[in-house]
């Protein structure tokens, strides 16, 4: 799918700490100095899910293989990125290449970990980082508006595009983001080759200390009240304990570490769904002897779409889909015994994949 979510954040908010807990093929290095991390690092990060456990169990397969989200570490903002002050051009243009923002959030004290900002305020530290992308965002859509009116003079459709252009920059001159704008598919394209870093969609972390990991505090409340109308997700946690329950190999050991912390699952496994979520992506999943696994898609896509992930040749070629509800491959255990009893259905190139589908493609090479 190639889709990332960009993790960012101000300097020393633990962005690289939650990125070395999410990510199961890179670390990324965590230390308590500006600019740490400058190149990006990018990992795969494999989404949890308990019906592929389910079908595990069921088919029992050679081998299961879970579906995976990409998840980018971008170097801290400061104030002035948008002028340019610290890596502030190399920061923008990271968040340009990804598809959604993880913005994490100081929201404990800590007298030895530095930030320039003064006392401790996450509307604040929220506020100075979509500042900065809104400006980046109206130097961007003033550049373009420059060129399109011109063209507009005797164009229709650039008129158009700079109705659109001249929304934009109203929207972002009154602090708001452009996702928030509304603008329709057709009017997107007006934008579509600015790539606006606040027509991202956004969900936040509250980086909080142990004490406040299951009822959040005083700072994780102020940034859950000033996002109440934007209709973004908080996620509150403790990245340095998600990252140490990372470290463990042995599912018993894990299991005795997050009983200590009284936790019923890692708070990373809610981060990763609302991720995927926040991406507009989907599951479904093929079970055979040979292997059960989950497949990633883009929600609202057709079976022949589907069947590409697995191969582009399965779209070109695509006959039809064998079908099966998850809830009835659970229920009657089996591939043949959802056929025996009606409920493997086919369906043509016009079907719309469920989450959790079970399926099948047949094609022609």
């Not at 990125?19 to 400058?38: G, L, P, W």
């Not at 896509?301 to 039809?320: L, M, N, T, Y």
Request: glycine share 6%; net charge negative.
């Amino acid at each position: 799918m190639a889709l990332q979510a960009g993790i960012v954040g101000l300097p020393n908010v633990g962005k690289s700490t939650l990125f070395n807990a999410v990510s199961n093929s890179a670390k990324a290095q965590a230390s308590n100095y500006r600019f740490c991390t400058i190149e990006p690092n990018t990992g795969l990060v494999n989404v949890p899910d308990p019906r592929l456990k389910k079908l595990e169990e069921l088919v029992v397969p050679q081998r299961t293989v879970p579906t995976q989200i990409e998840i980018v570490d971008i170097a801290g903002l400061v104030r002035g990125a948008s002028k340019g002050e610290g890596l502030g051009n190399k920061f923008l243009a990271n968040i340009r290449e990804v598809d959604a923002i993880i913005q994490v959030i100081r929201c404990f004290e800590d007298d030895n970990i530095l930030r320039d900002e003064g006392p401790i305020n996450p509307v604040g530290d929220k506020e100075i980082i979509e500042t900065e992308l809104q400006l980046k965002d109206l130097e961007s859509v003033d550049k373009k508006m420059q060129r399109t009116e011109k063209l507009a003079k005797n164009d229709p459709k650039m008129k158009a595009e700079l109705d659109v252009l001249q929304r934009c920059k109203a929207h972002l001159e009154k602090g708001k983001n452009i996702i928030s704008l509304g603008l329709t598919k057709e009017e997107k394209v007006a934008i579509a080759d600015i790539f606006l870093l606040t027509d991202k969609p956004v969900l936040y972390v509250a980086n909080v200390d142990e004490a406040s990991m299951h009822t959040g505090n005083k700072f994780s409340d102020a940034l859950i009240e000033a996002v109440k109308n934007e209709g973004n997700e908080v996620i509150i946690m403790t990245n340095a304990v998600e990252a140490q329950i990372a470290e463990f190999e042995d599912p018993d050991d894990k299991a005795m570490f997050m009983e200590e912390y009284k936790m019923t699952e890692p708070a990373l496994d809610r981060l990763i769904h609302s991720t995927y979520k926040l991406l507009n992506l989907s599951t479904y999943f093929t079970a055979g002897v040979q292997e059960v696994r989950a497949w990633t898609i883009q929600q609202g896509w057709k079976a022949p779409q589907a069947a590409s992930v697995i191969h582009s040749d399965f779209e070109k070629g695509f006959i039809k889909a064998e079908v099966i509800a998850y809830n009835d491959f659970v229920q009657y255990g089996s591939e043949a015994a959802c056929r025996d009893n009606g409920k493997l259905r086919i369906e043509g190139k016009e079907y719309l994949v469920q989450d959790g589908d079970v399926m099948h493609f047949r094609f022609n090479v």
